[in-house]
Nanobody, 127 residues
């Protein structure tokens, strides 16, 4: 069992930056691929980024590639999402998730492949 708690959301102007954190409980954190998803009002939850268990592989949605960076610190049981050059369309609730599937990160882009979810943190981007 893994419990996830996101933090770091808030209100930022377009072009600004935010760093989201996701703290995980449990001693098996390092065995999970971690992902970030987001959901805007009235839209489905969409994939943002994923990182392999050891941080060696990452994958991003095209919409955030070059602006967002996912990273993890297994000694702190934490995964991060650094978001730069934010746009109004980046706004939404951001969720971190853990997947126990032994699949490449490039295919861990759908919600059904993740086993545990946090409660989310709100990101608002003003234009």
């Amino acid at each position: 069992q893994v419990q996830l708690v996101e933090s770091g959301g808030g209100l930022v102007q377009a072009g600004g930056s935010l760093r989201l954190s996701c703290a995980a409980s449990g001693r098996t954190f390092s065995s999970y691929t971690m992902g970030w998803f987001r959901q805007a009002p009235g839209k489905e939850r969409e994939f943002v980024a994923a990182i392999s268990w050891n941080g060696g592989s990452t994958y991003y949605a095209d919409s955030v590639k070059g602006r967002f960076t996912i990273s993890r610190d297994n000694t702190k049981n934490t995964v991060y999402l650094q978001m730069n050059s934010l746009k109004p369309e980046d706004a939404g609730v951001y969720y971190c998730a853990a997947s126990g599937r032994t699949l490449p990160v490039v295919v861990l882009t759908t919600t059904v492949r993740y086993d545990y979810w946090g409660q989310g943190t709100q990101v608002t981007v003003s234009s």
